[in-house]
């Protein structure tokens, strides 16, 4: 029965659980209630493991790490994020973590699969055969998913300021983590996102000069202004220019313009990359 | 045959006013334990002895236990007894069940929620353990609740958020820096207010606390108390931006610190937080710093306000809580009974002992 399953079915599943995360997160946060960290984080990794199995699949038919279309690229990203979050969420030590990485995985999956015309084109064999793209692209798109869990926690910071200079510390507020906390892992999320998407362009650049006109402008010009705009934060963060609330709003920012540059890098592909329009999405 | 009798008796805040509950607490238990122990067919027995309530829960042979328990401790108080049973509660089997259940979770504090009667039933437990008056009911009833309170204190709202003003600014720090042991707090005023909340971070595990008052003995004083340092008082200034909360609570009759030397102090500290907590009246901080960036300020209304949102939020959860333990208690009692049911059986043979009491005040 399962096998008979399709890539899309897999991944459908994948956002059902993220989307049952979301839920029992908003149910209890509704009823005011604590956060069950434990079935949210069940429902993230049967999620994550379906996910893995859809992508599985994806990769298997386009012959390589499914990074062909828009559609793919966002599943992707969400399924970084989660590893991740999987790998170092347990020290946030916040089951609202969890209930904001279900929102970021659900948001993502649906989205991606709700779209048939971001998924109409199933392009195989997009690195050429050459590794090193493909290290070079699954790297930058996990930095992407960092980028994704550093605004989730830019966020939870965002809203545990507001709490505090508000005066409003009772109720769901109290599930935030420390403010201090939440800073010490937004710098450390936005260096390890940054170090993984400067081996990403290393990896890149070293195929780029060899042969400069297989990367569009576009694509170059948005991804180096994503890595520039997260090596400035960085940067001004660890001279204490860019603190607090500001560097929040900044990392949230970071996210948005890597998102948005994901249209740039959709449209410049591989030119050895064989295009099939598929006919039931 | 009368069948054995589990009960509640006792007196609590709810009925008893303090001058009363003053001449019903109980001075020396081993001695009260002892005129118990001539109480015929009390098997088991344990005695919770707190500033707000005297309760004996045990076990009779049958419901006569429960009266001379009654006349026996009156006796010993030297308290009317026709007074006791205006005040008393008497409750047996399941509403006795139930009775501890909502002791041990705090829902029948006074102080809803709070921990401390935990502590204190689990203490009445181990004493009544430890001089061999407790049976099968009562370990059984009293791990039960153990359990239940945890149950209700970790899935309800009950234990949520500190009602006292000292707790809440220690909460409000851990909300902004985590752990206390790496944050560096300064107390500003040796009063009782300033020394409750020095108290309190000490207690919480703030590592590196000082303490500043006018009367520098004073604050050698309540340094020594804690184990804490003290800084000059005149020096508070130059010194801010070495301490990430600042606590203040002097009788000054003008502000003692400035918005602009709170900002000066964050030019030298700008990544970390500052918490300033201010509880005097008139005030001492400047109103203007919480514009800062960085900074958060609390005023003693704040505190207090907060304090009294989370008292609010916890009898709120009362109902919900009640609930719960009723369930847990209806749940435990259809076994216990059965217990007591075959212990009456057992008991019809003629005793060898006839009281639990008796062997608690036995050497």
């Given at each position: 029965m399962f096998a008979d399953l399709s890539d899309r079915q897999w991944l459908w599943c994948a956002a059902a659980f993220y989307t049952a995360g979301l839920i029992l997160g908003t149910v209890s946060l509704i009823r005011g209630q604590r956060t069950s960290g434990f079935l949210i984080s069940c429902a993230i990794m049967a999620g994550y493991l379906l996910q893995f199995v859809g992508l599985g699949i994806r990769g298997h038919a386009t012959g390589g790490c499914p990074l062909g279309n828009r559609f793919e690229i966002l599943q992707f990203t969400a399924w970084s994020a989660i590893t991740l979050y999987l790998v170092v969420?347990?020290?946030?030590?916040?089951?609202l973590l969890g209930y904001f990485t279900a929102c970021l995985g659900a948001a993502l999956t649906i989205v991606s699969l709700s779209i048939p015309s971001w998924d109409a084109v199933l392009r195989t064999h997009i690195f050429g055969g050459n590794p090193w793209i493909e290290l070079h692209a699954a790297l930058a798109i996990f930095s992407y998913g960092v980028f994704g869990l550093l605004a989730l926690t830019s966020a939870l910071f965002l809203l545990r300021h507001f709490s505090l200079k508000k005066k409003h510390v009772g109720g769901w507020f109290s599930l935030l983590p420390s403010i201090l906390d939440l800073d010490h892992i937004e710098v450390r999320l936005l260096g390890t996102g940054l170090a993984l998407l400067t081996l990403a362009l290393l990896f890149g650049s070293v195929y780029w000069t060899r042969d400069t006109a297989t990367v569009g402008h576009a694509k170059l010009a948005a991804t180096i202004a994503v890595w520039a705009a997260a090596a400035l934060a960085f940067g001004l963060r660890a001279m204490g220019q860019l603190l607090a609330k500001r560097f929040a709003w900044t990392c949230l920012a970071l996210f948005a313009a890597a998102l948005l540059s994901l249209q740039a890098v959709d449209a410049s592909r591989h030119p050895g990359a064989a295009a099939v329009e598929r006919t039931s999405p | 045959m009368s069948e054995p009798c589990f009960f509640v008796l006792g007196a609590t805040h709810h009925n008893a006013p303090l001058e009363v509950r003053e001449r019903l607490a109980i001075e020396s238990e081993s001695a009260l334990r002892a005129d118990l122990a001539?109480?015929?067919?009390?098997r088991e027995l344990a005695v919770l002895n707190t500033c707000n309530r005297v309760e004996f829960y045990g076990v009779g042979t049958d419901a006569t236990a429960v009266e001379a328990v009654q006349a026996a401790y009156c006796a010993r108080q030297k308290f009317e007894v026709a007074e006791y049973e205006r005040i008393r509660i008497r409750l047996t089997g399941r509403d006795a069940a139930l009775h501890l259940f909502e002791v041990a979770s705090g829902v029948d504090s006074q102080l809803v929620g709070e921990n401390e009667i935990f502590g204190q039933v689990k203490d009445a437990y181990a004493v009544a353990q430890a001089s061999g008056s407790t049976g099968s009911v009562l370990n059984r009833v009293f791990q039960k609740a153990f359990q239940a309170a945890k149950h209700v204190r970790t899935h309800t709202?009950?234990?949520?958020?500190?009602?006292?003003v000292a707790n809440v600014a220690v909460d409000l720090a851990t909300n902004i820096?985590?752990?206390?042991?790496?944050a560096r707090v300064l107390v500003l005023g040796t009063g009782e207010i300033g020394s409750a909340t020095a108290k309190a971070f000490s207690s919480r595990g703030a590592a590196h606390l000082a303490v500043a008052g006018r009367r520098g003995e004073v604050a050698l004083e309540i340094a020594a108390t804690l184990g804490a340092g003290t800084v000059p008082f005149e020096e508070r200034n130059g010194l801010l931006s070495e301490f990430d909360v600042i606590v203040c609570s002097t009788a000054a009759p003008n502000v003692i610190l400035t918005a602009a030397s709170i900002a000066s102090a964050m030019r030298r500290r700008p990544a970390r937080p500052l918490l300033l907590v201010d509880l005097a009246m008139p005030r001492d901080i400047e109103s203007g710093a919480s514009d800062l960036q960085n900074v958060f300020l609390y005023n003693l209304d704040d505190l207090a306000k907060i304090a009294e949102t989370n008292r609010s939020a916890r009898e709120s959860e009362v109902v919900r809580c009640r609930a719960i333990l009723a369930e847990k208690a209806d749940g435990l009692w259809s076994v216990v009974q059965k217990g007591i049911e075959s212990a009456g059986e057992s008991k019809s043979a003629p005793e060898g002992r006839n009281s639990a009491a008796g062997q608690a005040a036995a050497p």
């Open positions: 969420g347990v020290t946030f030590r916040s089951s | 001539l109480v015929k067919g009390l709202g009950i234990a949520a958020g500190t009602v006292s820096f985590g752990s206390l042991s790496d």
